[in-house]
Protein backbone atom coordinates (compact mmCIF):
# COMPACT_ATOMS: atom_id res chain seq x y z
CA UNK A 1 0.00 0.00 0.00
CA UNK A 2 1.63 3.12 -1.10
CA UNK A 3 0.39 6.21 0.70
CA UNK A 4 1.15 9.61 -1.20
CA UNK A 5 0.85 13.13 0.01
CA UNK A 6 1.67 16.30 -1.76
CA UNK A 7 2.49 19.87 -1.11
CA UNK A 8 3.72 22.69 -2.55
CA UNK A 9 0.47 24.27 -3.40
CA UNK A 10 -0.65 28.03 -2.79
CA UNK A 11 -2.20 30.85 -4.46
CA UNK A 12 0.64 32.65 -7.34
CA UNK A 13 0.22 35.62 -9.18
CA UNK A 14 0.05 34.75 -13.30
CA UNK A 15 3.20 34.26 -15.10
CA UNK A 16 4.74 32.97 -11.77
CA UNK A 17 6.18 29.37 -10.81
CA UNK A 18 5.71 26.92 -8.57
CA UNK A 19 6.66 23.54 -7.54
CA UNK A 20 4.87 20.68 -6.32
CA UNK A 21 5.97 17.52 -4.62
CA UNK A 22 4.46 14.69 -3.87
CA UNK A 23 6.17 12.02 -1.27
CA UNK A 24 5.42 8.33 -0.70
CA UNK A 25 5.33 6.63 1.88
CA UNK A 26 4.64 2.48 2.77
CA UNK A 27 6.28 1.17 -0.38
CA UNK A 28 8.96 2.60 -3.54
CA UNK A 29 8.64 4.79 -6.32
CA UNK A 30 10.98 3.26 -8.69
CA UNK A 31 8.02 0.22 -9.66
CA UNK A 32 5.48 3.19 -10.73
CA UNK A 33 4.64 5.23 -13.23
CA UNK A 34 3.65 8.54 -12.07
CA UNK A 35 1.67 11.01 -12.79
CA UNK A 36 0.12 14.35 -11.88
CA UNK A 37 -3.71 15.56 -12.69
CA UNK A 38 -6.21 18.14 -11.90
CA UNK A 39 -9.41 18.73 -11.15
CA UNK A 40 -11.33 22.02 -11.12
CA UNK A 41 -14.91 22.30 -9.27
CA UNK A 42 -17.68 20.44 -10.93
CA UNK A 43 -15.12 18.74 -13.54
CA UNK A 44 -13.41 15.52 -14.39
CA UNK A 45 -10.40 15.17 -12.81
CA UNK A 46 -7.54 15.87 -15.99
CA UNK A 47 -4.38 14.61 -16.70
CA UNK A 48 -1.17 17.07 -16.58
CA UNK A 49 1.97 14.66 -16.99
CA UNK A 50 3.34 11.33 -16.56
CA UNK A 51 6.62 9.61 -16.06
CA UNK A 52 7.22 5.90 -16.82
CA UNK A 53 9.48 4.08 -14.43
CA UNK A 54 11.28 2.26 -17.13
CA UNK A 55 12.60 4.55 -18.91
CA UNK A 56 11.54 8.16 -17.44
CA UNK A 57 9.67 8.89 -20.57
CA UNK A 58 7.71 12.14 -19.63
CA UNK A 59 4.31 12.61 -21.06
CA UNK A 60 2.64 16.07 -20.68
CA UNK A 61 -1.09 17.19 -21.65
CA UNK A 62 -0.94 20.05 -24.29
CA UNK A 63 -1.49 23.09 -22.80
CA UNK A 64 1.39 22.67 -20.01
CA UNK A 65 4.14 21.43 -22.46
CA UNK A 66 6.94 23.81 -22.27
CA UNK A 67 5.93 25.35 -18.93
CA UNK A 68 5.69 22.36 -16.62
CA UNK A 69 8.30 19.66 -16.39
CA UNK A 70 7.58 16.46 -14.17
CA UNK A 71 10.64 14.38 -12.76
CA UNK A 72 11.17 11.53 -10.23
CA UNK A 73 13.64 11.21 -7.53
CA UNK A 74 13.10 7.41 -6.20
CA UNK A 75 15.99 7.64 -3.99
CA UNK A 76 13.78 10.27 -1.81
CA UNK A 77 10.22 7.99 -2.94
CA UNK A 78 9.16 12.34 -4.39
CA UNK A 79 7.55 13.03 -7.37
CA UNK A 80 8.00 16.98 -8.67
CA UNK A 81 5.84 19.07 -10.99
CA UNK A 82 7.68 22.47 -11.51
CA UNK A 83 5.08 25.29 -13.26
CA UNK A 84 6.52 28.14 -14.69
CA UNK A 85 4.65 30.84 -16.52
CA UNK A 86 0.99 29.67 -14.47
CA UNK A 87 -1.79 31.00 -15.74
CA UNK A 88 -5.02 31.36 -14.24
CA UNK A 89 -6.37 28.36 -16.38
CA UNK A 90 -3.87 26.76 -14.25
CA UNK A 91 -5.73 27.07 -10.99
CA UNK A 92 -6.97 23.52 -10.04
CA UNK A 93 -6.54 20.93 -7.19
CA UNK A 94 -3.54 19.01 -8.01
CA UNK A 95 -2.78 15.35 -7.80
CA UNK A 96 -0.02 12.80 -7.73
CA UNK A 97 -0.80 9.22 -9.11
CA UNK A 98 0.89 5.82 -8.88
CA UNK A 99 0.14 3.44 -11.02
CA UNK A 100 1.44 -0.34 -11.09
CA UNK A 101 0.92 -1.38 -14.60
CA UNK A 102 2.35 -0.57 -18.05
CA UNK A 103 -0.85 0.96 -19.50
CA UNK A 104 -1.83 4.37 -20.35
CA UNK A 105 0.00 6.89 -18.58
CA UNK A 106 -3.12 9.20 -19.50
CA UNK A 107 -6.31 7.46 -18.02
CA UNK A 108 -7.06 8.05 -13.77
CA UNK A 109 -8.24 4.15 -14.16
CA UNK A 110 -4.98 3.03 -14.90
CA UNK A 111 -3.58 4.78 -11.55
CA UNK A 112 -3.55 2.52 -7.98
CA UNK A 113 -2.88 5.58 -5.22
CA UNK A 114 -3.53 8.70 -5.00
CA UNK A 115 -3.03 11.50 -3.21
CA UNK A 116 -5.08 13.78 -1.33
CA UNK A 117 -4.30 16.93 -3.59
CA UNK A 118 -3.18 20.66 -2.83
CA UNK A 119 -4.82 23.70 -4.08
CA UNK A 120 -2.86 25.70 -6.99
CA UNK A 121 -4.50 29.17 -7.65
CA UNK A 122 -3.15 31.71 -10.22
CA UNK A 123 -4.34 34.97 -9.65
CA UNK A 124 -4.29 37.48 -12.81
Known amino acids: QVHLVESGGGLVEAGGSRRLSCTASGGSFSNYILGWFRQTPGNEREFVAAIRRSNGLTYYTDSVKGRFTISRDNAKNTLYLQMSSLKPGDTAVYFC?????????????????WGQGTQVTVSS
Open 97 to 113: AASGTSGSPFSTSNYDY
